[in-house]
Structures are given as C-alpha cells and as structure tokens.
C-alpha cells in the first residue's frame, strides 16, 4: 500500500482508540450529501471510529466535518483519486473491521451490529470471515425508493467458503455490491497491499469489483440478507456505457483468471464462453436502455453460443451460488 505523508489531521477522537469498526468515507465536493453519511455513521448501535478521507474538495467540506467532534478527517490537498483515498482510510484506520461508504450513500443505523453478530456466530461455527456483504436498498437523491439490488436468495446469513469464492465470481453470482454494501477485516486488506492504485484509469469503474476479488482469497465471505445500507441513484454518479462495462468485465474476469492460475498468470485467459455471455449480457443492456446500435453489435457478439444463455439463465437465480452456500442459522 502506497502511504500519503501529505495530509491534514484536523482532530482525533481520543475515546475512539479501541474499535471493532471504523467506517472509512471516502469524499469529494459533496458536504451536503456527506453529512447525511456521517450522520448514518454517527447513529450506528455498535461502537465505531468514523474516518472521513477528503480527496481534494473546494468546496466547505472541511468546516462541515468540523461541526462533528468523534470525526477524524484527513485532507489530499490534491485529488489522488478513490483507491488512494480508500487505501489512507485503511492505514489511518483503528477497527479490526473496515466499513467503506462513499459520500452519497448511507447506512441503516443497525448495519454495523447486524454484520457484527453474523461474524461472531460464523466464527463460533469454524468459519473464518474476511469479507460481509448486506443487500442494499437503491434510492433517489430525496431517498425515494427505487428498487433493490441482486442478491442471494437467503433469508438468513449464510457463508461461501474461500475454495469457492473466485470460481463463482468468474459467473457474476458473487453479489457483493458497492463499496457501502461491503465490509472487510482491516488485516487482509493490509496484507494484500490495499486498494490498487495503479489500476488503468479507463477502469477505474471497477477499483472497488478487483479489490474484491483479490480478498476473495483472504477467507471466508459473508452474506446478509436485510437491508442494512443504501445507494443513491443520481446524476452525480458516474455512468459508462455499455460497451465501457463491456470493457471493464473483462477486465475483471483476466483478474479473476489470474488469481485462480497464480502459478501460470501471465497465461491466464477468460473463457471464451464467458466473453460471449457478457457481450450478450451488455448489449441486452443496451437494448433496455434504448441503445439501439451498440445493443445490437453486443448481442450479435454473443448469441451465437448456447452457453451465453445458460449463463444468464444461472446468473438470475444464483443456480450455481445457492449450491455452494451455507446457512448459518
């Protein structure tokens, strides 16, 4: 992990020295949007640090944070960019556990006590949790329901053991989400040197999908079913195209690849079978969002192989995921 010396300390919370959890929010430009994050990090039922990285703002991000007394911020006086920003909340970091959420989104004031008694009781049942994951509830900027995201079928937490994480991955039926979806021991995201942030910038979209799955093999990986977190759907959200996403799955399933042949890596190849489902997966995506031309070229890309079918099919319902899964209750 790459270490920042030029930031600003603007107060420590003294009290909060021996956490579980910190919550690491990661910043830039939007005070308004963030105190409602640190408001939903302050409200949590469990103890936490709150560590709040702020990566460059101009605006009054910094006397906004102030009013707040239990938050440490820390400044970038120039833009490092999210990973960097994620990787100095990491290393500032106090908690056991790490809690990511971006500026624009929230928690549930239960979020941290939920994911804390499912790692106890995985951890009583011989498990060896690296990573939790929550289903989380997409809203509008006046937090107006829009709908929830994909997740597992379960009702009640559940575990994939490590042996299986990264084999799922490579067919999408690892639901972990977005960064405020996710939790991880602080540990294995140091051992693995953090967030890469030497990732190309025309992938940037996925920093947060390939620090995933480098964890995948740092141990177990847990799965809530409540909602306990929630995205903001916005125009301030950076959106790709399709055949960016395009790009950017691919990138992830070489990642993915690589990490299953560490001993061959430089001759790891995604399947053949998988670029033709995720051709056929994006360009549908296209076609719904009425991008006719790039649809099409997508789907022609992938249609022709029976396995992009079998694969959607098994990606909708976790076919293959559900069988691997294991409940904890």
């Known amino acids: 992990m790459e270490i920042h010396e030029e930031f600003e300390v603007l107060r420590v919370d003294a009290a909060g020295q021996n956490v579980s959890w910190t919550i690491v929010i990661t910043t830039l430009n939007r005070s308004t949007l963030l105190k409602r994050a640190i408001e939903s990090a302050i409200a949590q039922t469990e103890p936490c640090e709150i560590v709040v990285v702020d990566d460059g703002s101009t605006d009054d991000t910094r006397d906004m944070v102030a009013r707040y007394a239990q938050i440490i911020y820390l400044r970038n006086p120039t833009r490092l960019g999210h990973a960097a920003a994620a990787n100095l909340g990491i290393k500032t970091a106090k908690g056991t556990w790490i809690k990511f959420l971006d500026d624009d989104d929230y928690l549930s004031p239960e979020c941290l006590r939920a994911m804390t008694q499912a790692i106890s009781k995985a951890k009583c049942n011989g498990y060896d949790p690296k990573v939790?994951?929550?289903?989380?509830?997409?809203?509008?900027?006046?937090?107006?329901?829009?709908?929830?995201t994909p997740t597992l079928p379960i009702q009640t937490p559940a575990v994939i053991g490590r042996d299986d994480l990264l084999p799922l991955m490579m067919l999408d039926q690892i639901p972990l989400g977005t960064p405020v979806q996710v939790a991880h021991e602080r540990a294995a995201a140091i051992a693995l040197g953090g967030w890469n942030e030497q990732r190309s910038i025309d992938r940037l979209n996925g920093d947060e999908s390939e620090f995933w799955i480098r964890l995948a093999q740092a141990g177990d990986m847990l799965f809530l079913p409540q909602t306990l977190v929630f995205r903001t759907i916005w125009s301030g959200n950076e959106s790709v195209t399709s055949s960016e996403r395009l790009g950017i799955s691919?990138?992830?399933?070489?990642?993915?690849?690589?990490?299953?042949?560490?001993?061959?890596?430089?001759?790891?190849r995604v399947p053949p079978a998988i670029v033709h489902y995720l051709c056929l997966h994006w360009g549908l995506v296209a076609l719904r969002d009425r991008k006719i031309l790039c649809g099409i070229g997508l789907v022609l890309r992938g249609m022709f192989d029976p396995a992009s079918y079998r694969y959607i099919w098994r990606r909708r319902r976790f076919a293959d995921a559900i069988k691997l899964t294991i409940m904890l209750d």
Do not use: F, H, P
């Open 132 to 148: 939790v994951t929550c289903a989380s509830t997409n809203v509008a900027i006046d937090k107006t329901t829009i709908g929830k």
């Open 250 to 268: 691919l990138d992830l399933k070489l990642t993915i690849a690589r990490q299953m042949n560490k001993g061959k890596a430089s001759e790891a």
